[in-house]
């Protein structure tokens, strides 16, 4: 689909240098498929030589886009501490990490004992992970259904997965709240 020349973003410019009005297809939402009707070529971001397409695959913050995965049903007050723990230890590893079930769930935008709602919750998390470098476990607690669909979906998509612990985070928590826990 092609879109218009026009006086919106300067930013992003055809090949023969004019400005492109709309920055997504407005019919895919695909910025890959937004084309100059004069040369037919994808717009690129100025100065950047980055097409519009690239910009989601290649964040330039330097950190890499990665889902994380940890349980969340079962003990939610010690699931929740190890997910903000988790995601703590990633942005430490320089990574951009996205835990859907804390964005969704556990934010109450959603409500994960409603099946309708946890489909929505796991398809949405599914569609970022398509966009991510990689999908991170963390493991110290087990893996759950839900983490081992977020890991099959990424072996189905090539996405490399990296298995991780937190060294002494179990332990410290049970020292802190008691006696051992096992579900995850």
């Given amino acids: 689909m092609s ?26 939402s695909d910025p890959s498929k937004v084309t100059c009707k004069a040369c037919h070529k994808v717009p690129r971001l100025a100065g950047s030589g980055r097409t519009l ?3 989601d695959a290649a964040p ?21 501490a190890y997910a903000r723990a988790a995601m703590r230890d990633s942005l430490a ?29 796991i398809e949405a998390g599914l569609a970022w992970g398509e966009r991510a470098a ?25 996405r490399p997965v990296i298995y991780r612990t937190l060294p002494g985070w179990l332990e410290r928590w049970e020292a802190e709240h008691g006696e051992a826990t096992s579900d995850g």
């Fill in 3 to 28: 879109t218009t020349h026009g006086a919106a973003p300067s930013a992003a410019r055809t090949d023969c240098g004019r400005s492109v009005g709309k920055l997504i297809d407005p019919v895919t």
């Fill in 53 to 55: 397409a690239s910009v």
């Fill in 93 to 121: 590893r320089n990574e951009a990490p996205l835990a859907t079930h804390m964005l969704y769930a556990a934010s109450g935008a959603l409500d994960d004992a409603d099946p309708e709602q946890r489909a929505a919750g």
């Fill in 134 to 158: 990689a999908t991170v476990v963390y493991q110290d607690l087990d893996i759950s259904p839900g983490m081992a669909e977020g890991i099959a979906h990424a072996k189905a998509f090539s």
């Fill in 60 to 80: 330039t913050s330097g950190r890499s886009l990665v889902i994380l995965e940890s349980p969340y049903a079962g003990d939610l007050e010690r699931n929740l």
